[in-house]
């Protein structure tokens, strides 16, 4: 079983940067996919980032440039650092964990807004 709390959301201005952070329980961290997803209200949620227990990476087309995930396995964590934000990233963000079972965090929210 694995759970997933997501920290870091927040206010920030267009043009703004925040880091969000999704500590991980468990002992096999390391063995996961772990994922960054966003859902706006209305919207569907959608993949933002990912990386791979190996390190690869792959982001959405919208955030290509602007978004880097990463993954700290030492400490069961995984960041997502969201830079040059617009209004349309303001969203519920979540992180999931991916093995043979799907974990899913409570989400956190960034709203983009002046």
């Known amino acids: 079983q694995v759970q997933l709390v997501e920290s870091g959301g927040g206010l920030v201005q267009p043009g703004g940067s925040l880091r969000l952070s999704c500590a991980a329980s468990?002992?096999?961290?390391?063995?996961?996919?772990m994922g960054w997803y966003r859902q706006a209200p209305g919207k569907q949620r959608e993949l933002v980032a990912g990386?791979?227990?190996?390190?690869?990476?792959n982001y959405a087309d919208s955030v290509k440039g602007r978004f880097t995930i990463s993954r700290d396995n030492a400490k069961n964590t995984v960041y997502l650092q969201m830079n040059s934000l617009k209004p349309e990233d303001t969203a519920v963000y979540y992180c999931?964990?991916?093995?043979?079972?799907?974990?899913w965090g409570q989400g956190t929210q960034v709203t983009v807004s002046a």
């Open positions: 999931n964990a991916n093995l043979a079972r799907v974990y």
């Open positions: 468990g002992s096999i961290f390391r063995l996961y996919a």
């Open positions: 990386i791979s227990s190996g390190g690869s990476t």
